[in-house]
């Protein structure tokens, strides 16, 4: 199930909010490439007499999110889809991203508990060979709202035809074919992929029958989403926007399945400690290594940086929708600086004014660095060392650079001219410099609730500071006076008496220990 495809229908930026209309039914159409798939769907079967295709919309990633919308198409042996059978669901909760599944609360007012629909959905996955596009994560879901009524949902082998094709299920409909409309309405999906698993039943891996609970009632109620309420959706996060246009092409299954994941978790651009706990739990689940989910980190973050940079401009929004995203993952925010600097560079002017302060960095084969400090000092400039929050000029032999130096002028935005053109100047002209279309920034995180912001990066403020919220309440960290430490109980020693021979006990203390008794001690000789 691809969390974002349904954005591929809207360009980045549109504006305005949209309201949702009520979803044309899904298609039971068959694509012809089924019509030879029926001894695939029974070797893929495993022994079930037919195949249950799930997809649920949830409230989150997390095992403590909810289900939304369920949707199960069964598919007969011989490639026919024999019913489509979908329902909202009452979370009972917040119903979570709004504008991918396009669900509000008032939709779901009168939809059923999962606890209510429990025995119609057990009834349809029992015995059924269970498939879906990322399997696991549906799986989980379903599994856990079972787990909530005390019955447990056993998966012995499904189908998965995110395994089989390697990408988002957008990018898989449109590579063989199939219809895909209403992308994140349940029903939409799960069709989709039924007609998709016949078109890659050769290449999928088999499952088995899935042993649903018994006993649940059935009570018959649906809330279909044609049917409910519907209402205007906020527009999505500019970072869901960004995300809706990755394919995530040439990725492992399981790598794939892991940034469908991520880009719901961190659209609000931060990860909360609890989130980065469940979020490795899940990767965990899907079998990956810190190091995988290092390397998907930086390829999502770069692949949006791809995005942003496919009309050749970043803007103010996206640079910083960039950099606090690869905040989030722990992504080095310097593979954002340097993949969008030809995007952001503009020639700019300088006007040399006594008092500036210059750094000068690389060698240049014309002029000596004591030539050209110099001549700084001739303009009145002072010349620093290093580059700082303070510097108004870097002068470098060449103004693409990537010294250290100029990685860190570019960072605080201070202006880079050419040794070539600084040794020409005078007091009170104008030069040209490299300077960047949008203010350089910098990532603030709050230490307690991990929200992110940016600030300008010449600013003083910390990297690391309390948000507003969290500075009206305690720190989560707050320390205690440590707790007044109970006296020690003494250490008691048993001597034996020199002269008398019997034993007494007296606390240990340093020095020589006494020979006699206190009774003899006292006694003449």
Request: aromatic share 4%.
């Amino acid at each position: 199930m691809g969390f974002l495809d349904r954005f591929r229908r809207r360009p980045p930026g549109a504006p305005g909010p949209a309201t949702v209309a009520p979803p044309v039914p899904p298609t039971e159409v068959v694509p012809e490439a089924a019509t030879t798939g029926g001894p695939d769907l029974e070797r893929l079967a495993g022994g079930a007499d037919r195949v249950a295709v799930v997809d649920c919309e949830t409230t989150g990633v997390y095992n403590t999110d909810r289900i939304v919308e369920l949707a199960i198409v069964t598919v007969g042996l011989d490639g026919t889809i024999t019913e489509v059978w979908e329902t909202l669901v009452q979370p009972r909760r917040d119903v979570g991203p709004t504008h991918i599944h396009g669900l509000t609360a008032e939709a779901l007012r009168d939809a059923p508990l999962f606890a209510d629909v429990a025995g119609d959905v057990a009834i349809r996955l029992h015995g059924a060979c269970v498939a879906a596009h990322n399997l696991p994560f549906d799986l989980r879901m379903i599994g856990g709202e079972f787990g909530r009524l005390d019955a447990e949902l056993t998966i012995l082998g499904g189908i998965d035809t995110l395994q089989a094709t390697g990408c988002r299920l957008g990018v898989a409909c449109q590579t063989y074919g199939v219809g895909l409309a209403n992308a994140h309405s349940a029903a939409a999906d799960a069709t989709a992929t039924a007609q998709l698993l016949l078109c890659v039943a050769a290449t999928c891996e088999p499952g088995a029958p899935a042993a649903a609970p018994t006993g649940l009632l059935r009570s018959g109620r649906v809330l279909r989403r044609a049917d409910a309420v519907w209402a205007t959706i906020p527009d999505p996060p500019y970072l869901a926007v960004l995300a809706a246009r990755l394919d995530h092409a040439g990725l492992e299954a399981g790598i794939v399945a892991y940034l469908e994941l991520v880009e719901r978790a961190v659209a609000d651009l931060h990860l909360d400690a609890d989130e980065r706990t469940q979020l490795t739990a899940l990767a965990d689940d899907l079998g990956l290594t810190a190091a995988q989910r290092a390397q998907a980190h930086r390829r999502f973050v770069n692949d949006l940086v791809d995005v942003a940079l496919d009309d050749g401009v970043v803007t103010d929004d996206e640079l910083d929708a960039l950099l606090r995203v690869a905040s989030a993952l722990d992504v080095d925010a310097a593979n954002v600086r340097d993949r969008v600097r030809g995007a952001i560079a503009r020639p700019a002017t300088v006007t040399i004014s006594p008092g500036m302060t210059a750094v000068f960095t690389g060698d240049d084969p014309d002029r000596s660095r004591a030539e050209l400090t110099a001549h700084a000092e001739d303009l009145g400039l002072a010349v620093g060392h290093g580059v700082t929050k303070a510097t108004d000029l870097l002068v470098a032999y060449d103004t693409a650079s990537n010294s250290g130096k100029a990685t860190k002028a570019r960072s605080y935005g201070v202006p880079v001219v050419s040794t070539a053109v600084f040794a020409t100047a005078t007091a009170g002209a104008a030069v040209e410099a490299e300077g960047r279309s949008v203010e350089a920034r910098k990532v603030v995180t709050c230490p307690d609730c991990h929200a992110t912001w940016t600030v300008s990066a010449r600013s003083g403020e910390r990297t690391t500071k309390r948000c507003t919220d969290c500075s009206t309440s305690p720190p989560v960290t707050q320390r205690t006076a440590p707790a007044t430490a109970a006296p020690a109980r003494p250490t008691l020693e048993e001597l034996t008496c020199a002269r008398c021979a019997q034993t007494w006990t007296r606390e240990r203390v340093r020095g020589r220990k006494p020979r006699l008794c206190p009774t003899c001690a006292n006694v003449a000789p």
